[in-house]
């Protein structure tokens, strides 16, 4: 079965950084296209950012961009979030999506995510 296990949330203060990771099992990590999408209170899904099988490309949104980092170790079937300049804005529950077939980009309306991590934003 496709796994997927976030860890890393918590409370931070504005300003502040934490880093997510999303181990995997079940499928051939290092043939899919990974993801980090959040969902806060009340809104609909935003994705955030995109990283392909390799590892040598990256894209964020522009909500993100220049201050999230996505990253991925094939040995170790992990995914990261590293965060940074944290706001209040972020405050949602993130969550890591696996491509839905290999090598595509496509997430599949998030077919396959884990069960999410909070990340709280607040002073």
């Known amino acids: 079965d496709v796994q997927l296990t976030e860890s890393g949330g918590g409370l931070v203060q504005p300003g502040g950084s934490l880093r997510l990771s999303c181990l995997t099992s079940g499928f051939a990590f290092s043939d899919y296209w990974m993801f980090w999408v959040r969902q806060a209170p009340g809104k609909g899904f935003e994705r955030l950012s995109g990283?392909?099988?390799?590892?040598?490309?990256?894209s964020y949104s522009p909500l993100v961009r220049g201050r999230f980092t996505i990253s991925r170790d094939n040995a170790e079937n992990t995914v990261y979030l590293q965060m940074g300049s944290l706001k209040p804005d972020d405050t949602a529950v993130y969550y890591c999506?696996?491509?839905?077939?290999?090598?595509?980009?496509?997430?599949?309306?998030?077919?396959?995510r884990g069960q999410g991590t909070q990340v709280t934003v607040s002073s």
């Open positions: 990283i392909n099988p390799g590892g040598s490309f990256a």
């Open positions: 999506v696996r491509g839905i077939q290999p090598f595509s980009n496509n997430e599949g309306a998030f077919s396959y």
